[in-house]
């Protein structure tokens, strides 16, 4: 099967968040599944030196056609691991500092839909799904069928649409159907794209793409709901069997505790009751922690999304009790004043880094007892999947892919021969609180159940094969 991505974001080039990995990961397994991946995405200004020297200009200055505007573009080309990476170079669209967050987004993300399309055209072989990620790229389905349902090549292209985070819609104007993609304001008028009054490139793609995925089962029934949809309730409730849900993976390659060379000392399942404890002894060390002491870490965007109110709470009430916590993140900046106040008042329980730093979480996942994830909504997450991978057990709010992914200890402590970690359903302090101190009195006090939790956890298959494997099985279902 030929299957083109377009993603506005993918490793190895760039990312923000978990749709880099995912878009990048899946590709990598179709390749070895035996079928022919092609990634179309932005050639943004940071753009990393070692992959940058690896592309190669195949087009030039090919024209898009938005109204009065005639912007170009150039078209770079690279191979890795067997995917064919596109990226659009223009500098007035993609030569910024960050990826997102600007006024003119929604049309810089209107011309790469449209250079998409452009270069699908071109492709020299047939395509069979042109797969899309949220709202950047939503719009596509909805091209493809309002405009090239009758050409040779993109009419018999089917789509897939891929929400990972409902909060982002892509709203435009009413004009800019016109203005932007040279279609009809009839689409907004008959409701086909409009939401909340204005026109939603996420809708557009609900309403027009073959078939509809997020990232996990429980996230999709969340989204079905007006409590838990962020506003697409009922959209995607006309789409029926058309939308399911499938959870993601991770990488397995670079997630492997027991070749990992960023750790301090590699482990397995096997070995890792007696093997793992060193990673906490020299992270204490390095980071002036007492290893005798619960290790609690958080590995996150600091913002509402990710329960701040709660990983505040939690860990002002671990350190108070004792135990040691670890965070690495950045975002909000009352959320990065907090924890830097947290480790001036308890610096020999807490340490603190702002920013992103790949070593440090890597090692923060290998040295932790605990990893803390009480998510106001997750659609997926990968952290709490990361951290089993390294033998840490997960406390998350049973939302969203938490839900799906963890198997929490009951309240009788009676399901550790099959628990992965522990979790609590209503977003409270309460529940929050009482949740830790079940984690302090299982580190502390039912070393049996503990240990037998760490190896339930590392043995989870979280591979990216089962999620490729679905999605093809979707893809051959819409090919018919």
């Known amino acids: 099967m030929n299957i083109v991505m377009v993603s506005s974001e993918v490793l190895p080039f760039s990312k923000t968040g978990g749709l880099s990995d995912v878009s990048y990961s899946l590709s990598k397994e179709y390749v070895k599944l035996g079928h022919k991946v092609s990634i179309i995405t932005p050639f943004y200004k940071d753009v990393e030196k070692k992959t940058r020297s690896k592309l190669k200009m195949v087009m030039k200055d090919v024209i898009v056609t938005m109204n009065w505007r005639k912007p170009t573009f150039n078209l770079f080309h690279t191979e890795i691991d067997g995917i064919d990476y596109y990226l659009i170079q223009n500098k007035q669209y993609f030569e910024r500092s960050a990826i997102y967050g600007y006024f003119d987004d929604g049309e810089r993300f209107a011309f790469f839909s449209l250079a998409a399309i452009e270069i699908m055209k071109k492709l020299p072989y047939k395509l069979d799904v042109c797969h899309v990620h949220d709202w950047q790229g939503a719009m596509i389905p909805c091209l493809l069928k309002e405009k090239y349902i009758d050409d040779e090549v993109l009419g018999k292209i089917k789509s897939v649409l891929t929400i990972h985070n409902p909060m982002f819609k892509g709203y435009l104007n009413k004009d800019s159907l ?16 409009r939401l909340d009054n204005q026109v939603s490139t996420l809708k557009a793609g609900i309403v027009y793409a073959d078939k509809i995925t997020t990232v996990s089962p429980t996230h999709k029934e969340e989204l079905k709901t007006k409590e ?3 506003g697409l309730w009922f959209d995607l409730s ?6 399911v849900g499938i959870v993601n993976g991770i990488d397995y390659k670079e997630f492997n505790p027991s070749k990992d060379k960023l750790i301090y000392k590699n482990y397995n399942s096997k070995n890792v009751l007696k093997e793992k404890k060193f990673n906490k002894i020299d992270f204490s060390k390095e980071y002036n922690l007492n290893p005798e002491l619960p290790l609690f870490s958080v590995v996150s965007r600091l913002t509402s999304q990710k329960g701040l109110d709660l990983i505040k709470a939690m860990a002002e009430f671990l350190v108070n009790q004792g135990a040691s916590f670890a ?3 950045s975002g909000e900046s009352e959320a990065e004043n907090y924890f830097n106040d947290l480790y ?8 603190v880094y702002i920013g992103y730093n790949n070593v440090l979480a890597h090692r923060i996942y290998a040295a932790s007892d605990f990893f803390i994830m009480p998510s106001a909504f997750e659609p997926c997450g990968i952290g709490q999947m990361i951290a089993m991978r390294y033998g840490t057990l997960p406390i998350v709010r049973r939302t969203g892919g938490l839900k799906d992914t963890v198997m929490p200890l009951d309240e009788n402590y009676s399901n550790y021969k099959v628990a992965t970690g522990l979790g609590f359903d209503n977003y409270s302090q309460i529940e ?3 949740t830790v101190t079940k984690a302090l009195i299982l580190y502390s006090g039912k070393e049996k159940e503990f240990n037998k939790m760490i190896v339930n956890a590392m043995k989870v298959d979280h591979t990216r094969r089962k999620p490729a494997l679905e999605y093809i099985a979707l893809y051959e279902s819409i090919k018919k």
């Open 327 to 329: 965070v690495l993140g």
């Open 344 to 351: 001036r008042r308890h610096p020999n329980n807490v340490m």
């Open 178 to 193: 016109f203005d932007l993609y040279n279609l009809g304001t009839h689409l907004f008028d008959e409701g086909r794209v």
């Open 432 to 434: 929050a609180l009482s």
């Open 238 to 243: 006309l789409r029926g069997d058309d939308f």
């Open 228 to 230: 838990g949809s962020k």
